[in-house]
């Protein structure tokens, strides 16, 4: 018999990355690891990682059924897509034909805030997942540290960064790493967490509290400039996000504003508990990352 076979599909962005170079680190001699992705031409960082076969896999496109067979478990990296719980859905009933044992799929701690569009949206994945009548987990993940890299330049020459936010609102926040050090856990270990839905977070930090900590790693003052939504909503549009996608962060920090416990409960231990690790600090998030903001 040979070994269990694990897929990643959407593979090449943060969190496909890190996860499959967490399985292919820590369990690469146990099991075989597929990764797709839309465009394995541009995937180099996939294609270093050892024992990691890299396929072209679009998320709900066409032969996903013939990929998956003698797939044993499937992490759906849920893409940023207006559509997403549509891609979601066929690529897990695509699983479910291809006789997958398991799934797990990415989703967002705003699931059930229908009046949030980033929480509808993971509403429908989840929906569409358990349509399949497959074994599946759900990761329920909070906002990520590395989006602050996004203003990493900004940081870097003017010491401040800005978002509509209240300064001493605070939201949870975790590492891509660590999301995908539980992925990796839960995938290689899948039968320990069928139907369980997982909530990850490992801080809770208000923005004025980040630049505190910004500044005290980057040895400098960064301060945090409150901005109005209407402000924030123009810029991030004029950046060229779709219309959909700023509407949806203007409602998760309404959320967050509104002291939501969606956006603003921490339990480190959920993560903890998963992988045996103390999740990341930002602190550590910062000082990995020094370069990007100096």
Known sequence: MGKPLLFVIGASGR????????????????????????????ADDLKAIENVSVVQAEMGGEGLEELFKGVDALLI?????????????????????????FVLALSGSTVGQIDCIYGSQMQ????????????????????????????????KEESVFDD?????????????????????????????????????SSSKLCYNELASEMS??????????????????ESWLKQGWPVWAADGLVHLFKLVDAHEACVTTCDPSVLEGITGEKPTSVKEF?????????
């Open 15 to 42: 969190v496909g990355l890190a996860s499959v170079q967490h399985l292919s680190a820590k369990h690469g001699g146990q099991f075989s690891i597929t990764a797709g992705t839309r465009n394995p031409d541009k």
């Open 164 to 200: 509509p936010v209240g300064a001493n609102n605070s939201l949870a926040m975790l590492s891509v790493e660590d999301i995908g050090k539980a992925a990796a856990a839960i995938l290689t270990c899948w039968s320990k967490h069928v139907n369980k839905t997982y909530v990850l």
């Open 216 to 233: 005290a790693v980057l040895g400098k003052t960064v301060k945090y400039d409150q901005k109005s939504y209407e402000e924030c909503r």
């Open 124 to 155: 429908e994945v989840e929906e569409k997942v358990r349509e399949t009548g497959l074994q599946f987990c759900f990761l329920r993940l909070a906002c990520f540290y590395e989006n602050f890299l996004f203003v990493a330049k900004q940081i």
């Open 286 to 294: 910062l000082t990995k990352n020094i370069a990007a903001f100096q």
């Open 77 to 101: 990296v849920s893409p940023s897509t207006e559509d997403v719980g549509e891609r979601v859905g066929k690529t897990a009933a695509a699983a479910k034909a291809a006789g997958v044992h």
